[in-house]
């Protein structure tokens, strides 16, 4: 990267985020990611728990992990590690020591400062879907193969909904555009629509250097100021079970030593790539989770690093992936114990296996959300959009979801568990007294806007009324919605020489030929 003088920054902020909300289309909350204020579910008990570290443990020690990236192999030898040819097996001790160096909490610093993010302890923030190959809306009717427009357009929803606090991944894959310059394009969009904290692919290392290069350059950053504090974050995957592969690998390292922040996310399916109990998917997870965690704390001790898990069932009947079902979310409760053990953050997600936005879609993302509500998870990936395992993004399930989102941030809103004298209310019980309302005393009127929670996608009308209104289901709600929030949607506002220098990098890139392929 090169250097450039720090520039004056953009105007907008709050001022400004408040001014543009007075114009939207229906009320919704502030951009206030929530402050978790339950005590988690935590199904195992103290031997439970000391039983799943021993068992990842014995994984790392006895059997050990494949990491098929060369530069990892030579690290973990300077390491002290028992290296056998792509496999590695470290002792507890070491990776103990490491995972001490792991910061518990965190922030992410995007373009906009007021977008700024904490992970870790009781915060908890929410992102989009990322990288479905796939499409469904309401007027297309049918799965289709994503592109550009669409995936636009739910960068917009990804901005416009103020319970979604970070961009994730596309949000659809455009398969209409190449992919040696798709990150380019798509980033490019990215950074112009959204002013939320920034996702790079660890897909091979031109990537991961553009995006990094294109969030310095949207931020108006020197190099330094880059690398003095997490701006972006990168999410990988192991290959369950028991592997970590190459470009994965080095797009965290290259991360790192930029001063950005990872995720590790093993995806363990049980009964397919972990073993079919529980217990023991969740402590193969935690075993490839820590492994790639130990190895970028010896690298650069401190690093910003989460623990993510995806570790649900299959469909004992067909071998497809399940999603949102109680095995899922007790993995996910247990593997918060864990993350809280290790002094970890961690990330869990929003996800179903339905094929539309219907019932079975919400109630399993419900339970999915709800589950990392429960866990004490910090990072909540695919938080709106996901459809069909993942294969599949929304723009309807996208917005029923953000209803979703709005219902656990407004739970955890401490108003309403506060106890003080306006809250007890003594006198005004005393002044409606026995058999009277308390619609009309002034205790409500006060109050009457902000008590409860408002939804903006939910239909609460009486059937009848509902039926005089046109009897619209709630995804036909949603689509409506969508329509007009992309009708009236305004960018966030961007300096225009940022502008011109991020276009002119993303031009440079593409005629030098962006990251290569093989077709």
Same mark, same amino acid.
């Given at each position: 990267m090169t250097d450039a003088p720090t520039r004056k920054r953009r105007a907008g902020g709050r001022a400004a985020n408040t001014a543009r909300r007075g114009a939207q289309l229906f009320k919704q909350m502030p951009f206030n990611p929530p402050i978790n204020i339950d005590r988690p579910t935590e199904p %195992?008990? *103290?031997?439970?728990?000391?039983?799943?570290?021993?068992?990842?443990?014995?994984? @790392?020690?006895?059997?050990?992990?494949?990491? %098929? =990236?060369?530069?990892?192999?030579?690290?973990?030898?300077?390491?002290?590690c028992i290296v056998n040819g792509t496999n590695v097996r470290m002792g507890r001790d070491w990776v103990m020591e490491m995972l001490a160096k792991a910061p518990s909490q965190f922030t992410i610093t995007p373009r906009n400062l007021d977008r700024e993010i904490t992970i870790g302890?009781?915060?908890?923030?929410?992102? =989009?879907?990322?990288s479905p190959p796939n499409y469904f809306d309401l007027e297309i009717g049918k799965k289709v193969s994503g592109n550009r427009e669409q995936c636009a357009n739910l960068l917009k929803l990804t901005?416009?909904? =103020? &319970?979604?606090?970070?961009?994730?991944g596309y949000p659809v894959e455009p398969v209409d555009v190449h992919a040696s310059v798709r990150h380019l394009d798509v980033v490019h969009d990215k950074l112009l629509l959204t002013d939320k904290v920034c996702h790079a692919y660890s897909l091979g290392k031109e990537r991961v250097e553009d995006v990094m290069e294109m969030v310095r350059i949207a931020g108006g950053l020197t190099d330094e100021e880059f690398a003095a504090k997490p701006r972006m974050y990168t999410n990988?995957?192991?290959?369950? $079970?028991?592997?970590?592969?190459?470009?994965?690998?080095?797009? &965290? %390292?290259?991360?790192?030593?930029?001063?950005?922040?990872?995720?590790?996310? $093993?995806?363990?399916l049980a009964g397919a790539m972990a073993p079919v109990t529980m217990s023991g998917a969740v402590a193969l997870s935690i075993a490839e989770g820590l492994s790639a965690i130990a190895l970028f704390?010896?690298?650069?001790? *401190? &690093?910003? &690093?989460?623990?993510?898990?995806?570790?649900?069932?299959?469909?004992?009947?067909?071998?497809? $992936?399940?999603?949102?079902? $109680?095995e899922y979310m007790r993995a996910t409760q247990m593997t918060g114990q864990m993350a809280r053990f290790y002094g970890l953050p961690m990330r869990a997600s929003g996800v179903c296996a339905a094929n539309v936005p219907d019932g079975q879609a919400m109630w399993e993302t419900s339970n999915s959300l709800w589950s990392a509500v429960q866990s004490g998870t910090n990072v909540v990936y695919h938080a709106a959009g996901w459809l069909e395992g993942g294969l599949i993004a929304s723009p309807e399930k996208f917005i029923m979801d953000c209803e979703i989102l709005q219902i656990i941030q407004r739970y955890m809103d401490p108003a309403i568990t506060a106890t003080g004298p306006d809250e007890i209310a003594i006198d005004t019980i005393r002044e409606v007294g026995p058999?009277?309302?308390?619609?009309?005393?002034?205790?409500?009127?006060?109050?009457?806007e902000t008590a409860f929670h408002q939804p903006f996608v939910s239909d609460w009308r009486?059937?009848?009324?509902?039926? @005089?209104?046109?009897?619209?289901?709630?995804?036909?709600?949603?689509?409506k919605m969508f329509k007009n929030i992309i009708a009236e949607?305004?960018?966030?506002?961007?300096?225009?020489?940022?502008k011109e220098e991020l276009a002119a990098f993303v031009e440079r890139r593409k005629v030098e030929g962006g990251a290569p392929t093989d077709f």
């Open positions: %195992l008990d *103290g031997d439970g728990v000391q039983a799943i570290h021993d068992g990842a443990m014995r994984i @790392l020690e006895e059997i050990g992990i494949e990491f %098929l =990236n060369e530069e990892a192999i030579e690290i973990f030898k300077e390491a002290g302890g009781n915060h908890m923030v929410f992102g =989009n879907v990322s901005q416009y909904f =103020n &319970c979604i606090h970070f961009a994730g990988i995957n192991s290959t369950s $079970p028991l592997k970590h592969d190459v470009p994965m690998i080095d797009g &965290c %390292l290259r991360a790192i030593r930029k001063g950005q922040a990872v995720i590790v996310t $093993p995806f363990t704390q010896y690298v650069k001790p *401190g &690093c910003a &690093c989460v623990i993510g898990t995806f570790t649900s069932n299959v469909d004992m009947m067909s071998g497809a $992936p399940a999603f949102g079902t $109680p058999g009277g309302h308390y619609f009309g005393v002034q205790h409500t009127q006060d109050r009457y009486n059937f009848e009324a509902w039926e @005089l209104a046109g009897s619209i289901w709630t995804a036909e709600r949603a689509h949607f305004e960018a966030p506002p961007m300096d225009i020489a940022i």
